[in-house]
């Protein structure tokens, strides 16, 4: 039983530039969270994705974008990078109502020069 | 402006020992409450939760007590053995179900 993955495990970028990470949830559930870890800090909840659909949104700018796709994969898109952007991008899987306890994945460390 | 803090950045503990983890809160809406634990290199893994409706949850060598009048929960491992090492997050949740993370305490359990 396959559980969260994330791809990919590391990634460099330079300012100004978009990224995309990328998430399969554990085999069976249909809600994806993305989050934001940066160094010292606890994960700070970016959105969460349900049925295809946004249902929840942290406080992040609309530089942050994601998709969810029918088999409950999801995208995290970041354009217009910033230095302040560096950090461990973790997804975070759920089944529905359960949404309470997630499964994370290992995260994409994202550096941003 | 933290909505949960966990106050100790770090706890070192012989094995065997009795690890107490504190947590405090200050949104009395949260109602569902929860502790994760992160290895290096790893994602956070769910450990134990509680409802506000209750005051003690218990799972094997984990008890999560939970003081609303003092909004203060903590986390007890007993015995604590050296793989428990580890950063330990407390999470609150609201009813729209969004969790709110702490700064994480590490445990260190020494042989």
């Known amino acids: 039983d396959a559980g969260v993955t994330q791809s990919p495990t590391h990634l460099i970028k330079t300012r100004g530039q978009q990224v995309t990470l990328r998430c399969s949830p554990k085999?069976?559930?249909?809600?994806v969270s993305w989050y934001q870890q940066a160094l010292g800090q606890g994960p700070q909840f970016i959105f969460q994705?349900?049925?295809?659909?946004?249902?929840q949104r942290g406080n992040f700018p609309d530089r942050f974008s994601g998709h969810q796709f029918p088999n409950y994969s999801s995208e995290l898109n970041v354009n217009a990078l910033l230095l302040g952007d560096s950090a461990l991008y973790l997804c975070?899987?759920?089944?529905?109502?359960?949404?309470?306890?997630?499964?994370f994945g290992p995260g994409t460390r994202l550096t941003v020069t | 402006d933290q909505q949960v803090k966990q106050n100790s950045p770090s706890l070192s503990v012989q094995e065997g020992r009795i690890s107490i983890l504190n947590c405090d809160y200050t949104?009395?809406?949260?109602?569902?409450f929860l502790w994760y634990k992160k290895y290096p290199a790893e994602g956070p893994t769910f450990l134990i939760s509680?409802?506000?409706i209750k005051d003690k949850n218990e799972d094997g060598r984990f008890t999560v007590f939970l003081n609303k009048s003092a909004k203060h929960l903590s986390l007890h491992i007993v015995p604590s053995q050296p793989g428990d090492s580890a950063v330990y997050f407390c999470?609150?949740?609201?009813?729209?179900?969004?969790?709110?993370w702490g700064l994480g305490t590490s445990l260190a359990v020494n042989p």
């Open positions: 994705y349900y049925e295809e659909e946004e249902r």
């Open positions: 999470v609150n949740a609201g009813n729209n179900r969004k969790l709110i």
């Open positions: 509680i409802s506000s």
């Open positions: 085999s069976g559930h249909d809600t």
């Open positions: 975070a899987s759920s089944l529905g109502d359960r949404s309470y306890e997630q499964y």
């Open positions: 949104n009395s809406m949260f109602d569902y």
